[in-house]
C-alpha cells in the first residue's frame, strides 16, 4: 500500500515562487506526477518524473515548474516559479507502476495512489 502526503502551497503573488512536497510512504513507484485541477475543470497533468529521472511537462508549466524527487527520502517536489494567476489550483501529487508514464497530456487514470490535495493561490 502506498500513501502519499502533500505539504507546501499556499499564497503567493504574481511572479512568485513556491514549491510543493509529496511524501511517499510504503513501495516507492516509478512513476510520480503532479496534476492540478480548478473547480469545474478535469484534472491538469502538469509535471511527470519516473524512477530513472526522465521528466517531462505539460506546456502551460514548461520552464516555470521544475519536478523533483529524493529517492532516499522517498519524496517529489514540484518547485513552481514565475507564478501566473492561472496557476491558481488544487494541486496533487500522484503514483503509478506503470513504466508508460512519458507522454502529454498527462493522463490522470494511470495513477492509482493520490495525495490529499494542497492548495495554491496567486494573487496580485
Known amino acids: 500500500q502506498v500513501r502519499l502526503w502533500q505539504s507546501g502551497g499556499g499564497s503567493e503573488q504574481v511572479g512568485g515562487s513556491l514549491r510543493l512536497s509529496c511524501a511517499a510512504s510504503?513501495?516507492?513507484?516509478?512513476?510520480m506526477a503532479w496534476f492540478r485541477q480548478t473547480p469545474g475543470k478535469e484534472r491538469e497533468g502538469v509535471a511527470v518524473?519516473?524512477?530513472?529521472?526522465?521528466?517531462i511537462y505539460s506546456d502551460s508549466v514548461k520552464g516555470r515548474f521544475t519536478i523533483s524527487r529524493d529517492y532516499a527520502k522517498n519524496t517529489l517536489y514540484l518547485q513552481m516559479s514565475s507564478l501566473k494567476f492561472e496557476d491558481t489550483a488544487m494541486y496533487y501529487c500522484?503514483?503509478?507502476?506503470?513504466?508508460?508514464?512519458?507522454?502529454?497530456?498527462?493522463?490522470?487514470?494511470?495513477?492509482?495512489?493520490w495525495g490529499q490535495g494542497t492548495q495554491v493561490t496567486v494573487s496580485s
Open positions: 500522484a503514483a503509478s507502476d506503470s513504466d508508460r508514464c512519458l507522454s502529454l497530456p498527462i493522463p490522470p487514470e494511470l495513477y492509482t495512489y
Open positions: 510504503g513501495s516507492s513507484l516509478y512513476c
Open positions: 518524473q519516473t524512477g530513472l529521472s526522465s521528466r
